[in-house]
């Protein structure tokens, strides 16, 4: 059992991080994305959703290349990219939930 946190030990201490610090965090559609630019195959987002979740995320994704990026509810589609989605249930999804396949289908460049 961890030790007791006296009501005057600081929970967090203002200072700046140093200049070479490279880590940022990275979502996991950023990752899904670049691992999907790599072939031409259909990738499963691991994670499940809602059946409304499911199809408003494969909209976004399959609309994206004729939305504002900023207004999509993932990250990591680049400008002028073109993708594609399904979203729907298989024998991996637990009752009700739904999982999303992407597929990447080139960019403008």
Avoid at 40 to 48: A, T
Avoid at 89 to 98: N, S
């Amino acid at each position: 059992m961890p030790p007791k946190r006296s009501s005057s030990t600081p929970r967090a201490i203002a200072e700046d991080p140093p200049e070479d610090a490279g880590w940022q965090r990275t979502s996991f559609w950023v990752l899904l994305f670049a691992d999907a630019r790599k072939e031409d195959r259909w990738f499963r987002v691991n994670r499940y959703y809602t059946a409304s979740t499911a199809a408003q995320i494969a909209s976004d994704i399959r609309s994206s290349k004729n939305r504002p990026l900023d207004k999509l509810r993932v990250r990591g589609i680049l400008p002028g990219e073109n993708w594609t989605a399904k979203w729907g249930t298989d024998d991996k999804c637990p009752p009700g939930h739904f999982a999303i396949w992407v597929r990447f289908l080139g960019s403008d460049d």
